[in-house]
């Protein structure tokens, strides 16, 4: 199978899960990467390195989607000045919260890989 619908399954699921479980939980926006992660290490089935690198993708591809919608927000609410705001958001989105998707969908994918195998 190849590499991209892994880890945007492994997206889908972690958008989901966080959707669904986010507000009732804490650990909820914990887990939802690692298991969207695990998910798309599974699909790729092809061990513990490219699984981590699918649910590494996969977690960026929500900090991508968050970051695009943080924009649009800022924009369709406040004006220039909320796209102003949004932009400096997203500063911090790309250098915290994709890292922290990216490595919990590491985590998960690699496990995932592991269980593949």
Do not use: N, Q, Y
Not at 1 to 10: K, L, N, Y
């Amino acid at each position: 199978m190849a590499f991209w619908i892994p880890a945007f399954a492994g997206f889908l699921v972690m958008i989901l899960l966080a959707l669904l479980f986010g507000h009732a939980h804490p650990m909820a926006s914990f887990a939802a990467p690692v298991i969207g992660g695990f998910i798309a290490g599974i699909l790729v089935s092809e061990g513990t390195m490219e699984g981590a690198k699918a649910g590494f993708t996969s977690g960026i591809f929500g900090a991508i989607i968050a970051s695009v919608l943080i924009l649009v927000g800022g924009l369709a609410f406040f004006g220039i000045s909320g796209l102003a705001v949004g932009i400096v958001v997203d500063i911090v989105i790309i250098l915290i919260f994709s890292l922290s998707l990216g490595i919990l969908g590491m985590i998960g994918g690699a496990v995932g890989g592991l269980f593949s195998r």
